[in-house]
DNA sequence: TAGTGGTCTAGACCACTGA
DNA sequence: CAGTGGTCTAGACCACTAC
């Protein structure tokens, strides 16, 4: 069998694992673990650089790879279609259409989308349930100057999350988790009481630098997002 | 100048930003993308590989590579060491020791650390300050028998997380994020009102397929965790 | 079963940077 | 300035899978 770069990479982390390799200690180069391995330089050299992209080894010309001293940096977390992540939990979804107006864009939102005075937004409020039972509330505010037709669309039936991925080609965007207190309005739609800590994730999208959507998902108490790495 | 895997992976890019190439849409295989862009078919295998690792476009055998009708999928956290992470901020940082016990396994935590019963754990809680002011709560379980010399471990001055980072080489690991309300230990530790809605990270460690340490890392009132992508 | 991506190779040149 | 990683090439064989 030829060495393939997974064989290399399984096996250089394997020497992290074990302790052979330390933290902050410097791995041979490229060309000795080629010859080391029966392989040819381009596998070791993706083995590597794979590991250095998942944050565990850290490459320098000259000074050569070493392990990192603090291994594992970074996660990575699905973001997944509201529909997506309840069928795949079993469930059965259901969509709601809470609210729709058309207004004037309010201040604290100007900045956020880089919008002018007076100009109007699309604001939708949504209900997301699985098998019946509250699972998340969707707060959005859609610029109808990028996304056309926008103001015509029904979104009765389909969430605008859905409308917009089916629409829109690409985006730039920035979500940030926190956690609220409920207040009234939460509470009665997801079915807790108000002050009661709910899990909340906020993303502003972009299209060519331009703002498209601003959208507050707030989910039902006890929510909890999970990934290993 | 000869192309570059980036050339071919932003001139791609671009497309599908730009809506020639629409989600669903299929793109030509990499002898003719290589042909068009007069470079090797390795260089377009690269440049697409990225773009499908980001979440960007899928790769399938036979029927080649689709723009995604999601497009964006995954964010990837930076998990910083809380020092660094309030050293960013510019800010002050300081470190105190709260509670420091070895004491039998209690039986919620046996499960998650897969721990016999009556086995000895060690308990630490500490706080991290920003500025002076209350910045992380930190409630860590550690496993002695995979951390050598732990319980002997001075943690007076410096956090368990630096020190374990230190110390093992590697581990697997599982972080979940949510919003809790604060009781009245947390309330007082973060100067906040009992009740509060507070996030909270978990985040149990492995080395080599044992359980190390479960901690749960409770920000101050109104933290956020952002990233971009 | 034919088309597409997945990967390896051997060699080459280049870019960065630490000693 | 010499050693290391970064990348490209041209060709080859293979693995998967949609048709």
Redesign the interface.
Known sequence: MTVTFKDVKADL?DQ????V???GGLLPNEIDLAERYGCARATVNRAMRELADEG?VERKRKAGTR?R?????????????VREEIAAQGADYRYALVDRTVQAVPDWLRGRLDLNPGQDVLHLVCMHYADGMPYQYEDRWINPEIVPHVIEADFSTTGPNEWL??EL?????????????ADQDLADHLGCSA??????AERTTW??GKAVTLVRLTYRR????????
Chains 1, 2 share one sequence.
């Open positions: 982390l992290i694992a074990s302790g390799m330390r933290p565990i392990v001293m603090a291994p594992i940096r970074q996660a990575r977390f699905s973001i997944p279609i991925v089916a080609p690409f985006s730039n965007a920035e979500i940030s988790f926190s956690a609220v207190e002050g009661n800590a709910l899990f909340r299209l060519q006890g929510h909890r997002m999970t990934t290993q790495y």
